[in-house]
């Protein structure tokens, strides 16, 4: 498959989409369950919590922190991780809006 080309498509649907490529790894799912479900930063344990190598855990942080789902403080030698409430709650409105733009849901095919 090609390069995308962004441009032929507005800015609304190139935010969802790249909010969905940031979603769409079940492992980064996992770790912004586990992340809210501790609500508070979260150090060391998110490699023993996903069973995956710390090398791919990560991994799949950095593309959450990128994302800025996640942020993190430097603690020592270690780094820290919580939700970013204020792109999670963006995240919750674009996605809410995304899916409630189907009004007749019950009429298709």
Known sequence: MGATK???FTKQQNDIANMAKALAHPARIAILQYLARKNACVCGDLVDELGLAQATTSQHLKELKIAGLIQGTIEGASVCY???PIVWKQYAKVFGGFFTELDNA????
């Open 106 to 109: 019950d009429s298709c095919c």
């Open 82 to 84: 919580c939700i970013n």
């Open 6 to 8: 962004a441009d032929l």
